[in-house]
């Protein structure tokens, strides 16, 4: 029923701005300073007190706002204040970008600037908590920005699970790096011979988008920022699946690509205190 009627409410969103475009002319091309997702949050603050996370739609001649949230995240203030943070700043940058764009004559396109972003609740243990954002915004171009963010909340110890904290030293993300690069060679080579290119333009694919790949899954934590658990039996969890957006791993028209990673590959290089959680990881 939740989803039914924010989708409702979008719609008439939408109506009510199309009165006041009449006639929107073709987006002009998009820059680089556009709006992107919003960058790494800082850690959260701890709070008593609970937030409230409320549906948001908003419709104007220059913006159209639709945030939902599915789930309570309101017995964890912590993991609610960061997901509100995150959703202040995405919708923070669109109206920004729509009050500053050109006017007029110079505006290129009256088509209103947008974001749709919607937080759905993973799993929820005493152990683990685990939230995913997902969504773009459009303030001008061909096509919008991705979104897209995990936020891993511990109960117990009130703070979000980082991939710094979960692999602590360095040299443990090179072979979580090496078993994401093959993974994602694999699907790259899947994806290619689906569409059965000549060998040679079958080459030069293999090597562009191949070299994406390795910078994006370069052994060092920011690369592997964005995860969700992969539950596993009696609450523990069987793995972690690593989430790399658009342009990260490959070009925009592959969207959001993931790798799962299994316990026994992240095991021996997580922090002791975090190896409970996973299955052969032991108790608390």
């Not at 920022?225 to 069987?238: D, I, S």
């Amino acid at each position: 029923m939740r989803q039914s009627a924010f989708a409702v409410a979008i719609s008439l969103a939408l109506l009510v701005t199309a009165g006041c475009n009449q006639s929107p002319q073709a987006p002009k091309a998009q820059s680089d300073a556009t709006l992107s997702a919003p960058e790494a949050l800082p850690e959260p603050v701890v709070e008593d007190q609970p937030l409230v996370l409320e549906d948001i739609v908003e419709a104007t001649s220059d913006h159209l706002v639709g945030i939902s949230y599915q789930g309570d995240a309101t017995l964890y203030p912590g993991l609610a204040k960061a997901l509100k943070s995150y959703a202040d700043a995405a919708r923070s940058g669109v109206i920004e970008a729509a009050a500053s764009r050109p006017k007029g004559a110079d505006a290129g396109s009256d088509a209103p600037y947008d974001l749709s972003l919607s937080f759905v609740e993973l799993l929820d243990t005493p152990e683990l908590v685990s939230w995913a954002a997902d969504g773009s915004s459009y303030t001008g171009g061909a096509h919008g920005m991705p979104l897209l963010a995990r936020f891993s909340w511990l109960p117990k110890q009130k703070k979000m699970l980082t991939a710094t904290d979960l692999i602590p030293e360095t040299a443990g993300w090179a072979p979580v790096s090496a078993y994401a690069r093959e993974q994602l060679h694999t699907q790259l080579s899947q994806r290619i011979d689906a569409d059965d290119p000549s060998p040679a333009e079958r080459a030069k694919m293999m090597r562009n988008a191949g070299r994406m790949i390795d910078d994006g899954t370069a052994a060092k934590p920011e690369n592997f920022a964005q995860f969700e658990p992969v539950a596993g039996v009696a609450g523990k969890l069987r793995g972690l699946r690593f989430v790399f957006p658009p342009y990260q791993v490959g070009p925009y028209s592959d969207g959001v690509q993931s790798v799962e990673l299994p316990a026994s590959v992240l095991l021996p290089h997580t922090a002791p205190e975090y190896r409970h959680l996973f299955e052969g990881g032991g108790d608390t």
